[in-house]
């Protein structure tokens, strides 16, 4: 089992920029399809992005395509999501999560993922 930390939540204005980190508590989640999701209230947690384990290929949600940017250093075994143009639609628990899998599948879905992070709160106004 891994563990996964996420930082950097907060507040930010619509159309500001703002980052969140993951670091992972073992070096094996350097061969790991990793993404990051997000639940909205009283909405069902989503992919907003997902990198494969060599950090080549990445998907992203038709929503924050062009806004969002996610990367991987595998060297200190951390995860990143750099969020632009933000939207008051972006606000939303947003979940680091790792798959047993190098290759990410082409859509993810929730259980292909079987680690995951406590959250961090994005609130945008």
């Known amino acids: 089992h891994v563990q996964l930390v996420e930082s950097g939540g907060g507040s930010v204005q619509a159309g500001g920029s703002h980052r969140l980190s993951c670091v992972a508590s073992?070096?094996?989640?350097?061969?790991?399809?990793m993404g990051w999701f997000r639940q909205a209230p009283g909405k069902e947690r989503e992919a907003v992005a997902t990198i494969n384990a060599a950090g080549g290929t990445t998907y992203y949600s038709d929503s924050v395509k062009g806004r969002f940017t996610i990367s991987r250093h595998n060297a200190n075994n951390t995860l990143t999501l750099q969020l632009n143009s933000l939207k008051v639609e972006d606000t939303a628990m947003y979940y680091c999560?790792?798959?047993?899998?190098?290759?990410?599948?082409?859509?993810?879905?929730?259980?292909?993922?079987?680690?995951w992070g406590q959250g961090t709160q994005v609130t945008v106004s």
């Open positions: 073992r070096d094996s989640v350097r061969y790991y399809c």
């Open positions: 999560a790792a798959a047993r899998q190098f290759l990410c599948p082409p859509k993810a879905a929730l259980s292909d993922f079987d680690n």
